[in-house]
């Protein structure tokens, strides 16, 4: 038995054993691999050790096992108080398991372990562990989600107002999360209101080395960067913002009602109009906190529905006394498993990996190891952390809410699932039944476009069981054909499609380590080709497909007068569907998606050659001001109605040249 140990920090990572993630403070280790013996296997021939000595050699101390199959896959992670006691327990017979367990026992070939200094370094590693390999017969938190905080950056002497993912131990103040969107407009709404900041200009040592942004010029920034504004002063409006993000808008919505009543008096209605819009902006802000206790504290309120083996977690956020989201988890892997155990495996890993942690998290009921996992978040949180499972007053309510959540999510999404498989893999089995095909798990559609033979494109687009799969899109532009021609485009499209698939294929076949793997997109082949067109765009597939030696149904998606997709063509017959059909509806959908995808490349391709061609006529802007004019602005129209502070912005334009630019537009 070879021991390991090693010293590890709170937000490191280091291996042991094949890469096992182990993240705490001060955790010493010791790890051993253990490996059970196979029945009927001559021990003498063997360099395994045999179960029953191996699980005599088991420490007394606390620690994490794994469970490792025939492949050498991690079956099940586990902690353990005792080691001895608790791994010896699942080669125990007659002790009442249930079936998965015993299951999985019978999977087993080999097992290791890792020893901790104590119980709590033994969670750590086992969330770790757990989250690192994902074992198959642990129960797992299927969503992994990461909410946006507001972070002042009060270390700063211009401090800023921006989003985050992270909380970090840093100068800056955090709010959140977030979980309900609109963090970006309540940013944007504090920055319109107290005039902060938004650069990355390192202040005060940039201070007058570059000219202000547009938004000092809109009045939306009071130029710290230019000196317009003391320090003092800034610090006083980071202050109201911060009060702001603290729940106190009715001073701010009093205020700016103020101002708005002395712009109406003035005469300036188009002042008093933007405090308006303030007002109600401000107002939509607020209405996201909805519910609040008397506390003002931080909270978490966890409870779950089970339904069969299916489970929802419903967490609410609150924050400050405030309600501030709420949010659900699923959770899999969840057979004969009891609501504490479930609730246990979610706490543990949801708290693993989010960055704050509340003062106290209330429960719909006792889990297991509460002692431990309690002392384990407050070790997190660096203060006590109360674990409570409340039985009367509002607490006990809250918590009843959202078990009532979560009850309503399963069975909602129980509804939506339903409706989901019938516009997906029921259509699917529409089209099957009238085409006679099956099955049809992935089609692909193609379109062309172009404006009178310009910038010639075409589009494929891919359905995998009814679902859109964005990922194995592709878009192509003509090598070959010049002018309005569809037929030799989708031609030059198909050709260049399939080729592209064939020679992959054939890399494969040579290269003896991609067995099993794909190369890209193209060498998965439909099973079914859709033309948006008739007869002829069918007879165009059928003849590249002829040639390259390939066999797919191919299948028209005929219009009529009106450009309403009217029927299937197939096999030379035209085969009438039913329009109030989800095989109709998921036909006209792809079709639209295919058109969508290649008229929204045409453009794209149209609008660069036309801001191109207008540029070559500016004196001074030459091909690489050109290259990044186009890249800063997405069409024409868009630079035409800028100004010379904004055309200025985009790199290597100078103030002299974006004024040229500016007269360029003007009086032409």
């Known amino acids: 038995m070879s021991d390991t140990k090693q010293k590890i920090d709170e937000n490191n990572e280091f291996e042991v054993n094949q890469s096992e993630i182990i993240e705490s403070e001060n955790i010493e280790v010791e790890s051993n691999q253990s490996k059970v013996i196979e029945l009927g296997e001559d021990e003498s021939d063997s360099e395994e050790f045999n179960v029953k000595e191996e699980l005599q050699k088991l420490p007394k101390k606390p620690g994490v096992y794994i469970m490792h199959d025939a492949n050498d896959i991690i079956l099940y992670v586990g902690k353990a108080k005792n080691l001895y006691n608790r791994v010896r327990s699942y080669f125990k017979e007659n002790i009442g398991r249930g079936p998965q367990i015993d299951k999985m026992v019978s999977l087993i070939v080999r097992f290791e372990y890792i020893v901790t200094d104590s119980e709590i370094e033994a969670l750590v590693l086992e969330n770790n562990l757990i989250k690192e390999h994902l074992p198959k017969y642990n129960t797992l938190l299927k969503d992994d989600k990461t909410y946006p905080y507001i972070k002042v950056t009060l270390g700063e002497d211009y401090p800023r107002i921006m989003i985050v993912h992270q909380m970090k131990k840093d100068k800056a103040k955090y709010f959140g999360p977030f979980t309900n969107g609109g963090v970006k407009e309540s940013i944007d709404l504090i920055n319109k209101l107290y005039q902060l900041r938004t650069c990355n200009r390192k202040l005060p040592k940039d201070c007058g080395k570059e000219r202000p942004c547009l938004n000092y010029h809109i009045g ?3 130029a710290p960067c230019q000196g317009e504004i003391s320090k003092e002063a800034y610090a006083e409006q980071i202050e109201k913002a911060i009060d702001f993000l603290n729940g106190k808008q009715q001073s701010v919505i009093k205020e700016l009602k103020e101002k708005m009543q002395q712009a109406s008096e003035k005469m300036d209605f188009e002042e008093a109009i933007r405090y308006r819009d303030l007002i109600e902006s401000v107002k939509k802000v607020s209405k996201t906190q909805k519910m609040s206790d008397n506390v003002g504290e931080d909270k978490d309120i966890i409870a779950l529905a089970i339904d069969g083996n299916e489970t929802v977690v419903q967490v609410f956020f609150l924050r400050n006394g405030k309600l501030i989201g709420r949010e659900h988890f699923y959770m899999t892997q969840i057979e004969e498993l009891t609501a504490d155990n479930i609730l246990t495996s979610f706490v543990k890993q949801f708290y693993a990996g989010t960055p704050f942690i509340p003062r106290e998290i209330i429960l719909q009921e006792p889990i297991e190891d509460m002692e431990l996992v309690e002392r384990w978040l407050s070790n997190r949180k660096g203060t006590r952390v109360y674990l409570r499972v409340p039985q009367k007053g509002t607490k006990e ?52 476009s172009n404006t009178s033979g310009f910038a010639n494109v075409g589009s494929m687009v891919v359905y995998e069981k009814g679902k859109p799969k964005r990922s194995d899109y592709r878009k192509f532009r003509m090598k070959t054909v010049a002018g309005p021609d569809d037929y030799a485009c989708m031609y030059e499209v198909l050709t260049r499609r399939f080729q592209h698939g064939l020679d992959e294929r054939q890399e494969m076949m040579l290269d003896e380590n991609s067995v099993g793997e794909d190369f890209g997109s193209f060498t998965k082949f439909p099973d079914l080709l859709l033309m948006d067109g008739g007869r002829g765009q069918v007879n165009v597939a059928l003849q590249v497909l002829d040639e390259l030696g390939i066999s797919i149904p191919v299948c028209g998606m005929v219009k009529d007068e009106n450009h309403h997709t009217r029927g299937l063509y197939f096999n030379n017959v035209e085969l009438p569907i039913d329009t109030r059909s989800e095989g109709f509806k998921l036909i006209t959908r792809i079709q639209d998606e295919a058109h969508r995808f290649a008229i929204t ?65 003007q009086s032409n």
């Open 220 to 222: 939306q920034c009071c």
């Open 601 to 665: 490349y045409h453009r794209s391709l149209r609008n660069k050659a036309q801001v191109h061609s207008v540029l070559e006529e500016i004196p001074g802007v030459g091909p690489s001001r050109r290259k990044a004019l186009m890249k800063y602005f997405k069409s024409i129209e868009e630079l035409r109605a800028a100004d010379a502070t904004k055309i200025s912005e985009v790199p290597g334009i100078t103030a002299v040249v974006a004024e040229e630019i500016y007269r360029f537009f």
């Open 397 to 448: 309510r809250l918590v009843d809410l959202a078990a009532r959540n979560a009850q309503l999510v399963l069975s909602q999404d129980r509804e939506r699932i339903k409706r989901e498989e019938g516009r997906t893999i029921g259509a699917v089995k529409e089209i099957e039944e009238i085409l006679g095909v099956s099955p049809l798990t992935r089609m692909e559609a193609f379109d062309i």
